[in-house]
């Protein structure tokens, strides 16, 4: 049966993609996007409504609530994929940039999700946040991104303990690198703030800069990917496990999705801070006790969710 599904920053990237994979299921998406040019290119393409809608702009977030009221379809799904990049020492982001990254990538989900929890409730529907593996993980020149993706974590689940009693449930897709115009988009701001930078992060900053300029030659095509070889993957990964959040009866709460790469990065991130967690003297499992608690979540996983379709 169709189902409508808002979907945010739907001009390029993963939002653009998901909203051609949802429209070609048969499904109505309403593609929300900021520039004419955008809106233009999504009219006519079938079951794609193209709506123009900033995250940070309240009165067209509420005239999008009226209008899709109005089309009389109600609103199944919100995925809140706008979002910003942007890669920096922190001293150089200025305050304005530092605000304008929490206000788009964590107040904007909280702001649509609100505005549209009327008919979400409605449909006993689905929120899925657009996330990343930078929600796990967090490495220097990424901090504002990865706190905005880190705040999202914590949005998801609070928000899913809120609705769950009301059958609404909250997913969030935490991808990896993934090809989009996020790079491009988030080059020239990047360039501004190394150009910024001050002792001690000038020289380290220049050298950055320099390498823009003269890029080292690109590694062999089967080179096994590294921190300085990435190998970003399709959106198409992103828009399955969005589906599957979106139409699966035993709905994620979180789907991390990229290469084998970044996979392991996450899971050792992830184990560290069990054993920080675990290194206290007040409350400690030896390894075990440790190994014993990972069997029982384990069993219990499989016993309850079903794998990815
Ligand atoms: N690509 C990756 O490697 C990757 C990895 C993990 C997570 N993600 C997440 O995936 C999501 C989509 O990013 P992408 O990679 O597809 O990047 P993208 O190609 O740069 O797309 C970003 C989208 O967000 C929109 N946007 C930006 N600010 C907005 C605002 N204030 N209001 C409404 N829309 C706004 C952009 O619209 P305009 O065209 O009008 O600027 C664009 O449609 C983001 O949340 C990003 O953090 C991406």
Known sequence: ???????????????????????????????????????????GVPNIVPIKLDVTNLEQIETAVTFITAQGTGLYGLVNNAGLGGLGYFTTWSEAEFHQILDVNIAGPWRMSNAFLDLLLAAQGRIVNIGSQGGTVSKKLYGPYTMTKHALEAYTVALNEELRPFHVHVSIVQPGGIVSNIGANSL??????????????????????????????????????????????????????????????????????????????????????????????????????????????????????????
């Open 188 to 309: 020239p701001d990047m360039v501004t703030r190394l150009r910024r930078a001050q002792p001690p992060f000038a020289d380290e900053a220049q050298q950055l800069l320099a390498s823009f300029d003269n890029p080292p030659p690109p590694p062999a095509a089967d080179a096994p990917e590294s921190e300085s070889n990435r190998k970003p993957s399709s959106p198409e990964i992103v828009a399955t496990a969005v589906y599957h959040a979106l139409f699966s009866d035993q709905p994620k709460l979180r789907y991390m999705v990229g290469t084998h790469w970044e996979g392991n990065r996450v899971i050792n991130t992830l184990i560290d801070r069990l054993l920080d967690a675990n290194d206290s003297p007040e409350h400690s499992y030896s390894r075990e006790q440790l190994i014993a608690l990972l069997d029982q979540q384990l069993q219990a996983r499989n016993e309850a969710v079903r794998p990815l379709q």
């Open 1 to 43: 049966m169709q189902k409508a599904i808002l979907i945010t920053g739907a001009s390029t990237g993963i939002g653009r993609h998901l909203a051609h994979y949802l429209a070609e299921r048969d499904h109505l998406v309403y593609a929300a996007v900021r520039k004419d040019t955008d809106f233009a290119a999504l009219s």
